[in-house]
């Protein structure tokens, strides 16, 4: 073991050092909103790239390569005089003596923030945990990207009917973006893909079913974008169920607490979040959904150097009496806002409260479909299809992902297929035989 306790890791700065977890959305805005300020910058990950995490579900069907959504977390900061990455895992936060407790070793901090957002929510429900496929990183869309095309290699030669279907029949469980999203990509595999590549099966033999626990689909949206999400879903064929859940899963049966069973080899859990944090914070300070209870400047209760930022973060206000909203927008207004509030604790200036400005909400259906509330400006159809693109593509790290990223859509756009669809290995839901199940 040994000690991080500088930017070069051989001698002590004069300088306060400002640690981050996690490099996400709001670790990369404080860590830029630091740029070359008097302090030294230590930002930690378990990967070392950053993931846009919107268009993992186009990972997982296969639109998009995974590598033009992650980006370097060094590339980002290379210019930055202040700043060092080290890629680790956070192991425990030592507040009694300011230090993290990491696979690297100790890691000495002045400010400390938690920037590791969320991970997905099976509600301790075990079976379902490890029978669905959750999808909050690289590693889990490709996962689901070799299980979706395993199965569809495999019906195609298996000779018991019920099997087959099972193996072509998709439940997305969760009408939040992410659920509606990949539900909307499914259906359009299933209509311009299936029969073009998959010879010896129909598009009439694989079922999407998407199932909602509220009674309409993207509940955090306008009325008028909720409804016309969920007619755009119809008419592509995806069978809704909402104001239902579900109650067990094993591999093979779905039940819903309506009654309702569905055979299916592939269930995708896009049905909550919690929290991820290491082990140190105490069990007071731990709000509903595993979020960490913060002040007005997102520093945790009852700490003087320790702060959260993101998904990781409870800010309880009037406004916002469950927290903000668990979206990258959060998350980097968090950061920016905590980078200048540091700068003035540091320079004995007041700080001023985090106060989140709503730029409104975007979910793409399929092809040049999509809703959009912006202010209220509420529209749906093409025009809110291409301006979810846009902002998608804007707002990806590095210029090459951007190419990456606008080139595959128009290619895929123009010949309604991709070329991303291989299976590259083997992935075993039963055991879970993954070198990236780890995460």
């Known amino acids: 073991m040994f000690t991080v306790t500088s930017q070069d890791q051989n001698s002590k700065s004069t300088r306060p050092r400002v640690v981050i977890i996690g490099g ?67 192991q425990k936060i030592n507040p009694e003596d300011n230090t993290l407790t990491t696979n690297i070793g100790t890691v000495y901090f002045d400010y400390l923030i938690i920037a590791t957002g969320s991970n997905t929510n099976f509600f301790n429900n075990k079976q379902i945990e490890h029978f669905a496929m959750p999808m909050k990183n690289i590693p889990e869309a490709l996962n689901l990207r070799s299980l979706i095309l395993q199965n569809l290699e495999t019906a195609i030669v298996t000779k018991d009917m019920d099997e087959k279907f099972a193996l072509m029949t998709f439940v997305v469980v969760g009408g939040g973006p992410t659920g509606v999203e990949l539900s909307g990509a499914l259906a359009e595999m299933r209509r311009l893909i ?15 079913y998407l199932i909602e626990g509220k009674a309409e689909l993207l509940a955090s949206m306008s ?77 945790v209760k009852g700490y003087q150097n320790i ?8 800010m309880i206000t009037p406004d916002y009496p469950n ?11 968090q950061g920016e806002q905590l980078g200048q509030n540091l700068l003035n604790i540091i320079k004995g200036q007041p700080t001023r409260p985090f106060k989140y400005k709503d730029k409104g909400s975007l979910a793409t259906i399929g092809r040049n479909q999509a809703v959009a509330d912006l202010g209220k400006l509420h529209f749906q159809g093409f025009f809110a299809w291409l ?9 990806l790290a590095g210029f090459a992902n951007k190419g990456i990223v606008f080139i595959s859509w128009a290619i895929n756009y123009f010949s309604k297929n991709s070329d991303n669809r291989l299976v590259i290995r083997y992935f075993n839901i039963q055991t879970r035989m993954s070198d990236s199940d780890s995460k």
């Open 307 to 314: 702060y959260a930022i993101g998904d990781v973060a409870a």
């Open 194 to 208: 299936l029969g073009k590549d998959y010879h010896g099966v129909s598009k009439y033999d694989m079922k999407v």
């Open 387 to 395: 301006l979810w693109g846009v902002v998608h593509i804007m707002s």
């Open 24 to 90: 996400g959305f709001g670790g990369l805005a404080l860590a830029k909103k630091l740029k070359n300020a008097p302090v030294d910058v230590i930002l930690l990950d378990k990967h070392n790239y950053h993931t846009f995490q919107p268009l993992l579900y186009q990972v997982a069907i296969g639109s998009i390569a995974a590598d033009s959504i992650g980006f370097p977390i060094r590339r980002i900061f290379t210019d930055y005089n202040n700043f060092t990455f080290n890629m680790a895992e956070v």
């Open 223 to 299: 009325a008028g974008a909720s409804g016309k999400a969920k007619q755009f879903l119809k008419e592509a064929g995806v069978r809704i169920y909402n104001s239902v859940h579900v109650q067990s899963y094993d591999g093979l049966e779905l039940k819903i607490d309506d009654g309702k069973t569905i055979k299916t080899r592939n269930v995708f859990w896009a049905a909550g979040v919690k929290g991820e944090m290491p082990e140190g914070i105490p069990a007071e300070k731990i709000l509903r959904g595993n979020r960490i209870d913060v002040d007005e400047i997102n520093r």
């Open 323 to 333: 927290g903000h909203p668990g979206v990258a927008p959060t998350a980097i207004q």
